[in-house]
């Protein structure tokens, strides 16, 4: 905080030239001086606070930041707390952020005025799966069986359970209607934990859950994948149930369905940061990812491990930000001006 | 803690507990109609699939409207309108005012210099002022409050607290 | 028995020097982190989770569990000694710990809520050991409308008992349900009630608001009776514990009751603050000194104690069996399940027998473990209360505003709570009722929710809250809470007629 905070506010113009002085400061690596906050933009025990903690555990295990780093959840209005802290804190090179798809969900179903373009990108660490998910009480054994299955029920008699509301479940649950010409009612929850035990209850009819929010009940047979909305299957071939590994799940396109989303797990940091500290920040991920311990993480969570940095990275996260605006759009889910 | 019965004879002067009803049932009026303001911004009806966003709120603020001029109107027409009762005598209120305007003060000076400056500082008002403790004994113990503090949270769990716009503590490195 | 060899093989498993060790360190700082307030348990334990990563798994859960037994421990503390609740569920506790205190009686009052918390823990845990399997499965009954019907049942249970203007009760009920709509519409996404401030978007938080009304009210309060604290008369010696003992037993149906209410909870997982309230509700009804409870009365420290500690405990069960967390704690630990590599679930309980026995184990340990330490540490407490007015009104103001500012990390939520002290200090002159107030506040959103979503399910026909036997008999009891008033009045007019 201190200076750069000052500096945002734009209050002192001669601590901002000494700021500035600090900020850039001298061309060899440069370090963190005190600890870094990692900030959550969602609530303690989710997916992204899971991985930022583990972070959090890795780089004080091995060492691999001579400050601590400090995760900090703010999760206020859909995260949109999280993200305004940042964008006001231009020029902090203490301060990162974990995303998920809120970065693009929340401003444009709340108008609250934030966008990726505030921040500075600075890695993707994985992009998180999407797995279609029935009780295993249920008949249905492909996609299509169960969505003919929906169809014929007719609209709104079967219900989708998500997490949030306009947020990547629903956003799923309107592309996965509007590829099978189906109507779901969808219902929110405040977690994906709640989500995956009330599929297993029987409350709802199916789920999107990431694999590792529902990785439980389907091991102890509750739960059935039906397909996952990425583009290829998941690369991991180790037996998860007694029977299916990851990769034994289908693509929704080869079912049937002709969608894919995955979703981002993302470092940003305030805008005005010099590359000297973004280079520092990715090197640190870099030794993050080599360890034993994330290698784990990926593979019991059947992520997607692509790693971006730099231009590739921003025009991922572009390229992102326009398909969601489509979808949001199409979904009339984008915030009235 | 109750409002003292007042005999008749003598009525210390003081703010009157019809005043003190009053103003928060029109606080609670206000906040009720901002409330609804919102609520009807939100949608507040029952449509297909159940209640809007704006369903419950809208019956809150109808509920805390009614309620706030169900108080009132017993202030006006209630049984006890011709007593006079006191909320707070003036002495008290100098009492209470006491702590509270420094702690405000306190507040203001978390968001200027920061917690730890602050707490010093306000404990060890807080104590000359009210406690009549001499100087030193005061600032030590603020100091010694602000530090344990400061180990506990900042060096021990890990948590940053609030530094203040000016962050007086920058040159310790945190 | 097979669960008894388990729970054997548990205890050798867990009764190494080291873990020993391990569960010590957890209790004092889990009754640190329970006296601060801001530092929950679920915030401590998510602090604390990284440094476990160097131990075995088994050590780590049992330390981690162990510093959540002790900020429950803690949690009463400040809510018996300045009326300032660390935790939701010690809010109850402060009705009538807190005119205990005041009465001189603070050494009793802790160590009733500490006893209570130990048994309603202890009968949780053994209802863990033998029945988790039978038990887990009810969980899984709880949809949206069954959870509506436990809000429902909690809110009857705890209201029209007050004995302030009717008036004022509602609309300090409904005040708390309008703070807590402020912010994100879990249903449809929309913010509410923000009025374009984005800094209110998190809402207001429990903390927050309860941090104001009852810790800086009551120092408001304090200071216009001159500047004291009362209560400075409190014993500080060590028999005031077996002194409380000997009155205890004579609470035990209050004890059963808030044990089996708190381990429903638990489990369902309607959580512990729900279970203190209603346990607290129902204990006022039914006990015969009833009508005396917000005056001083141990046992309206026993009923929401064991309650809220038989509902913090049972809500781990789900957990483990089901992944499910019953609490925002028992999330936390659940990603630490996750990051050691360890799957919570159903097979749990099949993979990791070592684990989940040495666990349970610890449970046992760790209670008694943590009740002799906080025991032992009542007279220390109590003697709290000796210190001047003036040293202790600034410190508290000032653990007060780093509570305030710890749980969302914002300066605003300081000034918040300077606002709710003022209007706590102004309801209680008032006699506007603070209960309910933050009743609504902690769980207004989550009932809400659930009636919305139980809505969606039924495309908006109401009559789902009677569709099955279970949420239908929660919905009546709630009912028969809410006339149990009404049907007392009744049966005295009948008598009085008749005779």
């Not at chain 2, 009720?32 to 966003?53: E, K, N, T």
């Not at chain 3, 049992?62 to 010690?90: D, H, K, Q, R, V």
């Not at chain 3, 037993?249 to 959580?271: A, D, E, H």
Request: net charge neutral; with cysteine; proline share 6%.
């Amino acid at each position: 905080m201190g200076i750069q905070r000052v500096l945002s506010r734009g209050l002192l113009p001669l601590v901002a030239a000494f700021g500035l002085v600090a900020v850039s400061g001298p061309a060899a690596a440069w370090e963190p001086t005190k600890s870094v906050e990692f900030i959550i933009p969602a609530g303690t025990g989710g997916g992204a606070d899971q991985m930022a903690r583990l972070v959090q555990g890795i780089v004080a295990k091995h060492n691999l930041m001579k400050q601590a780093l400090i995760p900090v959840n703010k999760s206020g209005g859909a995260g949109a707390e999280g993200f305004l802290e940042v964008k006001a804190a231009k020029g902090d090179p203490h301060k990162i952020i974990i995303t998920l798809s809120n970065l693009f969900t929340t401003p444009m179903a709340t108008g609250v005025p934030f966008n990726w373009k505030d921040l500075t990108p600075v890695a993707m660490l994985s992009l998180d799966n999407f797995v279609l998910w029935v009780n295993s009480e249920d008949p249905y054994k492909t996609p299509k069986e169960y969505l003919d299955a929906v169809k014929k029920a007719g609209p709104n008699a079967f219900k989708m359970g998500g997490t949030g509301s306009k947020q990547e479940d629903q956003i799923i649950t309107v592309a996965i209607e509007k590829a099978a010409g189906v109507k779901f009612t969808y219902i929110p929850f405040k977690g994906g934990g709640a989500v995956a035990t009330q599929l297993v209850g029987k409350h709802i009819n199916s789920s999107v859950n990431n694999p590792i929010e529902a990785v439980a009940q389907w091991r102890a047979g509750s739960l059935r994948a039906l397909c996952v909305f990425d583009d290829q299957r998941m690369p991991y071939k180790d037996k998860v149930t007694t029977t299916q590994s990851w990769n034994d799940i289908p693509t929704c396109k080869e079912a049937g369905i002709p969608m894919e989303y995955v979703m981002l797990r993302g470092i940003f940091m305030p805008a005005g940061v010099s590359p000297d500290v973004v280079a520092f920040y990715i090197d640190l991920f870099n030794k993050v990812r080599a360890t034993p311990e994330w290698k784990k993480f990926m593979e019991d969570g059947a992520f997607n491990q692509t790693f971006m940095t730099g231009k590739g990275y921003a025009d991922w996260v572009a390229k992102a930000e326009s398909l969601h605006r489509d979808l949001m759009k199409e979904a009339g889910f984008l915030a009235k001006p | 803690m109750e409002d003292k019965q007042v005999s008749g004879e003598v009525v210390p002067s003081g703010i009157s507990v019809r005043a003190a009803e009053i103003a928060v049932a029109i606080f609670l009026l206000t906040l009720g109609g901002l409330v609804m303001y919102d609520s009807v911004r939100l949608g507040f009806r029952w449509v297909g699939d159940g209640p809007q966003a704006g369903y419950f709120p809208f019956y809150i603020a109808l509920f805390i409207c009614v309620s706030s001029l169900g108080v009132l109107g017993q202030v006006f027409f209630g049984k006890g309108r011709g007593e006079h009762k006191v909320f707070v005598e003036w002495a008290q209120l100098k009492l209470v005012l006491s702590v509270l305007i420094p702690a405000t003060v306190y507040v203001f000076g978390i968001q200027m210099i920061g917690i730890y400056v602050a707490s010093v500082a306000y404990i060890a008002f807080f104590m000359v002022w009210l406690g009549k403790y001499p100087w030193f004994k005061s600032v030590l113990l603020g100091i010694a409050v602000s530090i344990a503090t400061f180990m506990m949270f900042e060096i021990w769990f890990k948590v940053p607290l609030f530094k203040g716009a000016f962050n007086p503590l920058s040159f310790i490195g945190y | 028995m097979e669960e008894i060899n388990a729970l054997f093989h548990g205890f050798s498993v867990a009764l190494t020097p080291f873990n020993l060790m391990l569960m010590v360190i957890g209790i004092v700082l889990g009754v640190l982190i329970g006296v601060l307030p801001g530092l929950g348990g679920a915030n401590g334990i998510a602090i604390l989770l990284p440094l476990t990563f160097t131990m075995p798994p088994t050590s780590a859960v049992i330390m981690l569990s162990c510093i959540y037994w002790g900020a429950l421990f803690g949690g009463a503390i400040t809510s018996i000694l300045f009326n300032i609740p660390g935790e939701p569920w010690s809010v109850a506790t402060t009705f009538d710990g807190y005119p205990m205190a005041q009465q001189g009686k603070a050494g009793e009052a802790l160590t009733t809520a500490f006893t209570s918390s130990f048994i309603g823990a202890f009968f949780a845990v053994v209802m863990i050991t033998f029945l988790a399997p039978l038990v887990a499965k009810f969980a899984l009954q709880f949809g949206p409308p069954e959870f509506f019907s436990v809000f429902f049942l909690t809110f009857c249970s705890f209201i029209g008992m007050g004995k302030e203007p009717p008036f004022k009760i509602v609309a300090a009920m409904m005040l708390g349900f309008a703070l807590a709509a402020v912010g994100i519409d879990t249903v449809t996404g929309q913010l509410r009630l923000i009025f374009g401030w984005h800094e209110l978007m998190r809402g207001f938080d429990f903390l927050i608001a309860v941090i104001g009304l009852f810790g800086i009210g009551e120092i408001l309060l304090s200071m216009e009776e001159g500047l004291s604290f009362q209560g400075r008369t409190a014993k500080i010696n060590m028999r005031i514990v077996i002194e409380t003992w000997k009155k205890l037993p004579k609470f035990w149906l209050t004890s059963l009751r808030s044990c089996i209410i708190g381990c429903w909870m638990g489990i369902t997982p309607g959580g512990a603050t729900p279970a203190s309230f209603m346990s607290y509700g129902v204990a006022k009804r039914m006990s015969p000194d009833g009508t005396k409870f917000g005056t001083g009365m141990p046992e309206g420290i026993v009923a929401p104690e064991t309650a809220a500690h038989a509902a913090g405990t049972a809500a781990l069960l789900p957990m483990l069996s089901l992944g499910i967390p019953g609490s925002p704690t028992a999330a936390v630990l659940l990603g630490g399940l996750l990051i050691w590599g360890l799957q919570p679930g159903p097979l749990l309980f099949v993979e990791q027998k070592d684990f989940v026995w040495g666990l349970i184990a610890s449970m046992y340990l760790g209670n008694i473990v943590g009740l002799i330490i906080v025991l032992t540490c009542v007279p220390l407490f109590a003697a709290i209360l000796r210190i001047p007015f003036s040293i202790v009104a600034p410190v508290i103001i000032v653990i007060c505003a780093i509570g305030a500012f710890t749980v969302n990390n914002a300066m605003l939520d300081i000034w918040f709570m300077l606002l709710f002290g003022v209007m706590g200090y102004a309801f209680k002159k008032l006699s506007y009722p603070l209960a309910p107030l933050v009743l609504a506040l902690v769980l207004g959103d989550q009932a809400e929710d659930a009636f919305r979503q139980s809505m969606l399910i039924s495309q908006g026909d109401v009559r789902v809250f009677f569709s099955n036997g279970l949420v239908g008999s929660i919905m009546a009891l709630g009912l028969l809470m809410l006339f149990w008033p009404l049907i007392g009045k009744l049966k005295a007019a009948l008598r009085n007629s008749g005779a």
